[in-house]
């Protein structure tokens, strides 16, 4: 279980050349003074002198963030764009970039009214629709989120809107129908990186309606089609909860660095009994150590704060206060695993069942919360 919010990253890339939790780099000191210990790409341009070179740039710095899960590229886009950032009359293919930024920082809420900007705008933006209807899928609210997806079909993007509707059917507990609709679009895309990607929305639904041998064929198509990180720590986390620990490690293996990467890798060592392990665990710490030592904002970071505490360092009570922050940000199946588990493992009962209550009244439906499901219909 992970955020889609990058997932939907990429098609944002896709659909714009058509129309249109990351990893903290680790301080490095060189042994002499002339090594060189990284080279990052050159800078396009400081300040664009327009809005259309400000937007290329900006786009290529987010791309180039996603694919190596280093943030500090999306503080190139936000410079690219910085003339017009935040400015009520910035066209709107550079306020749709703002806000991808935004929700790529997990910077939820400001990427949602940055949106609407946008949209009222120009209302037949379909990248616009897609974001906003992924950011109210995050949020759990499917209703808006459908609302949003019938904007990308009615603005031309038909690919993209039924896969944005048959997932928001899948969250709701409607699985044979997203099969059933997830299936026929892979038989309609002779391109692999589409088809690779509807193939991991495939996967995704089939886990939520405990289909996972299906989830791990569906993943492993996926996966054949195109290499996507996005997809890796997917099937990473079925392997995990499958008990196939070094499984989970070879399809990490190619990677980059990110948080979750390193989580998973270090999860997987101690179940297979590496003390690897511990060194990987040290390196998170010290991740979250720098960002809180540059005055940075932890929260958003507190989904790998507290499968850190979970998983690795043994803290429920930590994990849960690390959870409950997360679940204020997004309201993804892994967010309410964490909620549930680490408030369950914590013995904080009246938190607990809150939580429970919360997830019911979300419509979310999910084989593996479904104990808990169960339970807080009592």
């Given at each position: 279980?992970?955020s889609?919010?990058?997932?939907?990253?990429?098609?944002g890339?896709?659909?714009?050349?058509?129309?249109?939790?990351?990893?903290?780099?680790?301080?490095?000191?060189?042994?002499?003074?002339?090594e060189?210990?990284e080279?990052?790409?050159?800078r396009?341009?400081a300040?664009?002198a327009?809005?259309?070179?400000?937007?290329e740039a900006a786009?290529?710095?987010?791309?180039?963030?996603?694919?190596?899960?280093?943030?500090?590229?999306?503080?190139?886009?936000?410079?690219?764009?910085a003339?017009?950032?935040?400015?009520p009359?910035?066209?709107?293919?550079?306020?749709?970039l703002?806000a991808?930024?935004?929700?790529s920082?997990?910077?939820?809420s400001?990427a949602?009214?940055?949106?609407?900007r946008?949209?009222?705008?120009?209302?037949a933006?379909?990248q616009?629709?897609?974001?906003?209807?992924?950011?109210?899928?995050?949020?759990?609210?499917y209703?808006?989120?459908?609302?949003?997806?019938?904007?990308?079909?009615?603005?031309?993007a038909?690919l993209?809107?039924?896969?944005?509707?048959?997932e928001?059917k899948s969250?709701q507990?409607?699985?044979?129908a997203a099969?059933?609709?997830?299936?026929?679009?892979?038989?309609?895309?002779?391109?692999?990186p589409?088809?690779?990607?509807?193939l991991?929305?495939?996967?995704?639904?089939?886990?939520?309606?405990?289909?996972?041998?299906a989830?791990?064929?569906?993943?492993?198509?996926?996966?054949?089609?195109a290499?996507?990180?996005?997809?890796?720590?997917?099937?990473?986390?079925?392997?995990?909860?499958?008990?196939?620990?070094?499984?989970?490690?070879?399809?990490?293996?190619?990677q980059?660095?990110?948080?979750?990467?390193?989580?998973?890798?270090?999860?997987a060592?101690?179940?297979?009994?590496?003390?690897?392990?511990k060194?990987?665990?040290s390196?998170?710490q010290?991740r979250?150590?720098?960002?809180?030592?540059?005055?940075?904002?932890?929260?958003t970071?507190a989904?790998?704060?507290?499968?850190?505490?979970?998983?690795?360092q043994?803290?429920?009570s930590?994990?849960?206060?690390?959870?409950?922050?997360?679940?204020?940000?997004?309201?993804e199946?892994l967010?309410?695993?964490?909620?549930?588990?680490?408030?369950?493992?914590?013995?904080?009962?009246s938190?607990?069942?809150?939580?429970?209550?919360a997830?019911?009244?979300?419509g979310?439906?999910?084989?593996?919360?479904?104990?808990?499901?169960?339970e807080?219909?009592?």
């Amino acid at each position: 279980m992970k955020s889609s919010v990058h997932r939907y990253l990429v098609l944002g890339v896709a659909l714009w050349s058509c129309a249109l939790l990351a990893a903290v780099p680790k301080d490095l000191r060189p042994s002499v003074d002339t090594e060189v210990i990284e080279k990052l790409p050159a800078r396009v341009s400081a300040a664009p002198a327009t809005p259309q070179a400000a937007a290329e740039a900006a786009r290529r710095w987010i791309t180039l963030s996603r694919e190596t899960s280093d943030p500090r590229y999306l503080g190139r886009a936000q410079g690219a764009m910085a003339r017009w950032w935040n400015q009520p009359d910035a066209p709107s293919d550079l306020m749709v970039l703002q806000a991808t930024v935004e929700q790529s920082r997990h910077e939820f809420s400001a990427a949602r009214a940055t949106l609407q900007r946008a949209l009222q705008a120009n209302p037949a933006h379909t990248q616009g629709w897609l974001t906003l209807a992924t950011l109210e899928r995050v949020a759990a609210r499917y209703s808006a989120s459908e609302s949003a997806c019938r904007n990308v079909a009615r603005y031309g993007a038909a690919l993209y809107a039924t896969a944005c509707l048959l997932e928001n059917k899948s969250l709701q507990g409607q699985h044979d129908a997203a099969r059933k609709g997830f299936t026929a679009l892979t038989l309609q895309l002779d391109d692999s990186p589409n088809r690779a990607w509807v193939l991991s929305l495939l996967a995704e639904s089939e886990e939520r309606a405990g289909r996972d041998d299906a989830a791990d064929a569906a993943y492993r198509r996926s996966l054949a089609d195109a290499t996507d990180g996005y997809t890796a720590l997917a099937y990473a986390d079925l392997l995990l909860r499958r008990s196939r620990a070094e499984a989970a490690i070879e399809v990490l293996k190619n990677q980059p660095e990110s948080d979750g990467v390193l989580l998973r890798r270090a999860y997987a060592l101690r179940l297979i009994g590496d003390a690897g392990w511990k060194g990987l665990t040290s390196d998170l710490q010290g991740r979250y150590a720098a960002i809180a030592a540059r005055g940075e904002e932890l929260d958003t970071h507190a989904r790998e704060r507290a499968l850190l505490a979970l998983w690795l360092q043994g803290d429920p009570s930590d994990a849960w206060r690390a959870a409950q922050a997360n679940l204020a940000l997004q309201k993804e199946p892994l967010d309410w695993w964490l909620a549930l588990q680490t408030s369950e493992q914590a013995g904080d009962a009246s938190a607990h069942q809150a939580v429970r209550q919360a997830l019911l009244q979300s419509g979310l439906k999910d084989a593996r919360l479904a104990r808990w499901q169960i339970e807080g219909a009592r």
